[in-house]
């Protein structure tokens, strides 16, 4: 209340929230603010550098890359938003339940968990994929899955901190059962970092979901991704680099603007960085 | 030697009996308590004194059954002529915060920083389905002037760090107040807290004791609280009863060598400086 934000230290968790911001309404807004279709082809256009008609150029088909690029953006932002979605869920239950009653639940749960933490994390996505089949809804399983060791682990370090507070006994002592320690003093004194996991987890799956996109695992052609995007673009490096540059810069800033605000996050809940 | 201070034709509100609790650990047991003997009648307050380790937080936390779950423990615990040591879990969980209140030695720890004070004083009412909604609210507010809260409604809605250390044991003290409960346990309530808060808390804690009628347990090493407050001691050493009678006989004529020694270790204004100095 009546405090100053002190602006020049929250600078680039605000570029970032800026650019996340512009990612997000244009992956709402790809129909109005494309200039064309993702799949209109303009034949008398293959392989144009960036013109008026076409602000980045066309692929090789004649297809516009920025409306492609835009487009684009939706299956990028569907996968990440679902895959950091079921991580933190279903990390988060692990670990509490994990940490919270302990003995060989605990046991159980945590070798599971190392057993998925094992496989290196690229390696796990595409098995997985291998064996749901290829599709977009496959690739947020995916991604999904492989965040689900993390936040379980941080669950339940959290969780083991939390349950050492004198507050925990304090609500066993007026009669609280299991259910309503869990939700009325765990979760809400673990909430903090695990958000801020999930901001790295976002971008950290876009980055995923265009690796697959681009192995063909993810979104299928035509339908455009950054990934296969940049896929496609390869065979025409010389001659039309803009094809795999526009989708690449894509990701690069995407990424880039939902690290500054993980890092944001984490700065805020930080009680040692509090002024 | 440890025999109870039974009163003949009244029924005490809490009464251990032989209380044992032992730890399993990898090598052999550790024996927290050993063989507690204990009753708390009705209107009364029992100070049990001892040093770090002497078992009289155990033996509290046994009555409360929120021992850690390695912990082994026999004889007998009855609240009112009710044997506690053999209720179910969920029998039990009703017993704590309603027939039980505990009061904790450390008021900021023992409140939730993400929720607020009125929440937290409301808590035991909602949770023993005694009361919701606006009724809920006006007994909050009565808890909180019943245990002296400066500005209650203003402090409903306050965040517990934001409350001063003795209004932080106030608010405690209201939770456990909520339903009131037969037995409260007050585990060295006023440790952490100044001189001056103290005496309050304390003149707080004989109100309430007046008023409600409910049987204290009071923890504590501080021997001048004992003297100020309790009306019967336990004097407890590794584990065991050393010594127990009214606080004027165990304070002034102790009969253990123990009970002597802590008395001796207290420090006290009426000495003379010299011996200090020395």
């Not at chain 2, 050993?34 to 937080?57: Q, Y």
């Not at chain 2, 006023?190 to 808390?201: K, N, S």
Request: charged letters at 15%; aromatic letters at 6%.
């Amino acid at each position: 209340m009546g405090r100053e934000i002190n602006w020049p230290r929250w600078r680039l968790a605000l570029i970032g929230g800026v650019i996340v911001l512009t990612v997000l309404l244009v992956a709402i807004f790809a129909p109005q603010v494309a200039p064309y279709g993702p799949l209109d082809l303009d034949v008398a256009q293959m392989l144009s550098p960036p013109t008026a008609a076409h602000p980045l150029g066309t692929d090789e088909l004649g297809r516009d890359v920025l409306s492609r690029a835009i487009f684009a953006t939706r299956v990028s932002m569907q996968v990440a938003f679902t895959a950091a979605l079921l991580g933190l869920v279903v990390g988060t239950v692990i670990g509490v339940l994990a940490a919270y009653f302990g003995g060989w639940l605990d046991l159980v749960l945590m070798r599971f968990m190392e057993v998925l933490f094992s496989f290196p994390a690229i390696l796990l996505a595409v098995v997985l994929m291998a064996a749901l089949g290829t599709s977009v809804f496959n690739a947020m399983l995916a991604i999904g899955i492989i965040f689900i060791p993390g936040f379980s682990r941080l669950a339940r370090a959290a969780t083991q901190a939390v349950m050492r507070q004198q507050y925990v006994e304090a609500a066993q002592a007026i009669g609280m059962g299991h259910t309503r320690i869990i939700a009325r003093e765990v979760l809400p004194n673990i909430i903090a970092p695990l958000l801020v996991e999930a901001a790295a987890a976002f971008s950290y799956a876009i980055l995923l979901e265009s690796m697959l996109s681009f192995l063909g695992l993810g979104a299928q052609p035509p339908d455009p991704s950054w990934g296969n995007m940049i896929s496609t673009g390869r065979g025409f490096m010389a001659q039309a680099p803009w094809i795999s540059v526009v989708p690449g810069c894509a990701i690069f800033l995407t990424v880039l603007g939902f690290n500054l605000v993980g890092d944001g996050l984490r700065d805020a809940f930080d009680p040692h960085l509090r002024d | 030697m440890v025999r109870r201070h039974a009163r003949p034709g009244q029924q005490p509100v809490l009464a251990i009996d032989d209380l044992r609790v032992r730890f399993r650990r990898r090598r052999g047991v550790v024996t927290a308590v050993d063989g507690v003997t204990l009753e708390v009648h009705p209107g009364e307050i029992v100070g049990v004194i001892g040093e770090s380790g002497s078992g009289k937080s155990m033996t509290a936390f046994s009555v409360m059954r929120l021992l850690p779950k390695t912990a082994d423990l026999s004889g007998s615990i009855r609240l009112d002529g009710q044997e506690l040591t053999a209720l179910p879990e969920a029998a039990m969980r009703d017993v704590r915060g309603n027939r039980i209140a505990l009061i904790p030695q450390d008021a900021l720890q023992s409140l939730n920083p993400t929720l607020r004070v009125g929440f937290q004083v409301g808590e035991p009412i909602a949770l023993h389905r005694r009361g919701t909604g606006t009724g809920l609210r006006g007994r909050v507010l009565d808890l909180m002037r019943a245990v002296g809260m400066a500005r209650p409604e203003q402090t409903v809605r306050a965040w517990p760090h934001q409350l001063s250390g003795g209004m932080q044991q106030r608010a405690m003290i209201a939770t456990g107040l909520a339903l009131e409960p037969r037995l409260i346990i007050a585990d060295e309530p006023t440790t952490a807290l100044d001189v001056t808060v103290q005496a309050g808390i304390l003149d707080l804690l004989r109100a309430i004791r007046d008023r409600s009628g409910a049987g204290m347990m009071f923890i504590t090493h501080d021997l001048g609280v004992v003297a100020e407050l309790c009306d019967y001691v336990y004097v407890m050493n590794g584990g065991r009863v050393v010594e127990h009678g009214p606080v004027e006989q165990v304070l002034t004529a102790p009969a253990e060598d123990y009970t002597r020694m802590l008395l001796a270790a207290t420090p006290s204004l009426d000495a003379p400086l010299a011996e200090v100095g020395t």
